[in-house]
C-alpha cells in the first residue's frame, strides 16, 4: 500500500474514478508479481510503480498509468491479454501488448529477438503512439537500476538503448529523457570515460563560474534595456555523452569544447526571439556561418530555436540559444508536451503529428523489408539524421538527412516518384540523380513512365524510405523474372519427358503442390528459378501426380538465352561469355541461373554434380551489350592509352574498367573490360586494338581449362 501512496501524490491531476481504476489495476499487479524479484533484489512491483511515476510526471492520461502498471504482467506472469482486456477494455490491453516482448516465440539470436519485438513495437505504435511512451519510461526505470545487473546483461542493454531508445527519445522531441538514457548507457558501457569526464568537467565548472556570471549578467542588462524585461538567461551546461560524442567525431581536446560558453535565452512571445537576437548580436559579434533558424524551419522532431555563435569578450566563443517558454517546453518534452502542457496545445500537437508522420514511415518501411533484422538496421540509419532542408518547386520545404542525394528527395515525395524518376533539376539545373542536396536548393524530379530503380543506386542512398523502396521493387522485378525463367526450365524439363505442362490438369498441380508445400504454382516457378530446386526432379514429382495424355512430338531443346538483362539469369565474371561462345548454364541456389562458357575453367570442380546444370543456346534473336575482358601488352609512351580508348570507340565498343600492371620498364600489361554485343564484333574490337603502334600483343581474357 505505500507502493501505491507514492504513485497516488503523483496522479492528483486525474479524476477520482480515473484514480479508482488505476488502484484497481495496481492490486492486480501486485498479485500477479507476488514473490517476484528483481535483479536488484527489490520487490518487483517496484518497477511497475516507477514507470507508472514517470509517466504521471509527463501527466499521461490514466490509460497509460494502468498500462504501465500491468506492462510485464503478460510477459512474466499467468496474466492474460484477455483477462486485462475484459477488467479494463481492450485499449489498454492493446497498449500492454504493444510493450510485451515476444519471449514466447523461438528465435536463433538475441538480434532477432530485439528486431521482431521492436517491429511488433512500431505496428503497436501506429495505431497508439503512448505505447512508445510507456516503453521509454520502462526503460528510463530498467537504466537508472542497472547497477544490479549482471555485467553482460547491463552491457547488451545499456548499446541496445543508445542504438534504438535514445535516439528515439530524440526523434519525438524528448531531449531530457534522451539525454539521461544516453549518460546512464556511456556510464555503463565506458565507465572509465565518464569518470574522467565527469571529474573534468566537475573541475572545470569551478573554473568557469565567474566567467559565465559576467556573460549572464551583460546579456541580461542588455535585453532588459531593450524593453525585453520578462526574460530568462541560464548558462546551460553540456551533457557529458555529447561531449564524448564531438571529441570522437571532430577529434577535439576536452579543453577545444569546454572553451565555448553555452546560454539559454526564454523570451515571452514568438516575435521577441527575433529581437534577442539583434540584441545579442548589437552586444557581441556573431560568427559568420553559425546561425541557425530553427523556428522558420524546425527540426524533423518539432524542435525550434535560434542559434548563433558570439565572440565574447577577450575573444571566447559563446552559443546562444533563443526561445519561447512554449518552445522550451517542447525541446525538453517532445511529444509527452500535449498531455503536460494542456493550456498551451498548439505546439505540442504539431509534435503529434510529427510524430504519427515518422511512424507511418517506419510502417511502410516495415513493408517493404524482407526481414525484421533489415527492418531494423534501416530505422537505425533513420534515427540519426543531421538535417539539410531543400524546397520543392512549390516551395514546400522537405527535411533530409545530411548527405541525402537527389533520389532520396524523390523517395521522400513518394515511393512511385523514386522508382520512375530519371533525372533532377536543381535550381534549374541539370545535375545527376547521385547529387548531394545541400540546405537551401530547390528540387524538381524528373519522371519517365517506363523508368525503374537501378540496383546502383543502393550505393549512394542514405535514407532508409529510399534504400526499402529501392529493395523493395527489385525483390518484386526478381521475383517476376525468377518465375518465368522458373515456368521456362519446367516446361523443359517436362518436354524432354515428352509431358507437356498444359496436358496436367488442376488436380496433379494440386497434389505436386501439396507435395513440395508450396502455397502456389507462381512460389513453385520462382523456387526453380531461383535454383533452389531442380526442374527435372519437379517434373518426375509432377509425372507421379497423374497419366496424362503426352504428345510424343514435344523434342528436347535448350534453354534460349535471349539478353543480357535480368536478375534470375547472370552471366559469370570468371569467363565473361558473349553470344558466339559455346555455354552451359549453373544453378547457383538463390541467384538463378548463372551463364558459362562451356570450357570455363572453374567449374571443373563441379562437373560432377550434373543435376546443377542445364543446356542453354543463345536465341537468334539475342540482343544487348555483354562484358568481357581483353588483355593488352603495350609499350610505355605517352599517348597510348588515349589512342586505345580511341580505336574501342571506333570499334562501337566501350571501355567499362582498365587494370594496369608492369611488366617491366618498358612495357604494360593493360586488362580492359569492355561491352561487346557478340564475338564477330569483339573480334573487330581486337583488330582495331592491334592497329594501335604502341601495341604489342592483344588477346581475350578466359578462364579456360588446362
Known sequence: MSLFKQLRKEISYLEEAQIAEIYEAFLVAQNAHAGQKRDTGENYLTHPIAVAIILANMHMDYQSIIAALLHDVVEDTVVTKEFIADKFGTVIADLVDGVTKLSQIEFSNQAEVQAESFRKMVLAMSRDIRVILIKLADRLHNMRTIGGVMPAKSKRISCETLDIYAPIANRLGMHALCLELETLSFSILHPRRYRILHDAMTKTRGNRKEVMATIEKEIKQALVKKSLAEVTVNGREKNIYSIYRKMSTRHLQFAAIMDVYAFRVIVPEFDDCYRALGIVHSLYKPVPGRFKDYIAIPKSNGYQSLHTTLFGPYGMPIEVQIRTQAMDNMANHGIAAHWLYKADTKLADAAQVRAQQWINNLLEMQQNTGSSLEFLDNVRVDLFPDEVYVFTPKGHIMELPRGATVVDFAYMIHTDVGNSCVAARIDRQFMPLSTVLLNGQTVSIITAPDAKPNPAWLNFVVTARARSGIRAYLKGQKRGESIELGKQLLAQALAEMSMPLQKFDQVAIKALLEETQFATLDDL??????????????????????????????????????????????????????????????????????????????????????????????????????????????????????????????????????????????????????????????????????????????????????
Open 525 to 706: 516457378y520462382e523456387s526453380i528459378g531461383l535454383g533452389k530446386r531442380l526442374a527435372i526432379f519437379t517434373a518426375h514429382q509432377l509425372a507421379n501426380m497423374a497419366q496424362p495424355e503426352v504428345n510424343i512430338d514435344n523434342k528436347s531443346r535448350p534453354l534460349l538465352i535471349r539478353g543480357a538483362e535480368g536478375m534470375a539469369i547472370t552471366f559469370a565474371d570468371c569467363c565473361h561469355p558473349i553470344p558466339g561462345d559455346k555455354i552451359i548454364g549453373y544453378f547457383d541456389v538463390g541467384n538463378g541461373l548463372v551463364i558459362h562458357t562451356e570450357d570455363c575453367a572453374t567449374l571443373e570442380k563441379q562437373r560432377k554434380r550434373r543435376g546443377q546444370y542445364m543446356p542453354v543456346l543463345w536465341a537468334d534473336d539475342v540482343s544487348g551489350d555483354f562484358n568481357v575482358e581483353v588483355n593488352v601488352e603495350a609499350l610505355n609512351q605517352k599517348g597510348a592509352l588515349a589512342q586505345l580508348a580511341h580505336e574501342v570507340a571506333e570499334a562501337g565498343s566501350n571501355i567499362e574498367d582498365i587494370k594496369m600492371s608492369d611488366t617491366n620498364t618498358d612495357y604494360s600489361l593493360l586488362t580492359l573490360r569492355l561491352t561487346v554485343k557478340n564475338t564477330a564484333h569483339l573480334e573487330r574490337v581486337l583488330r582495331h586494338i592491334g592497329r594501335v603502334p604502341m601495341v604489342v600483343g592483344v588477346i581475350r581474357k578466359k578462364a579456360i581449362n588446362n
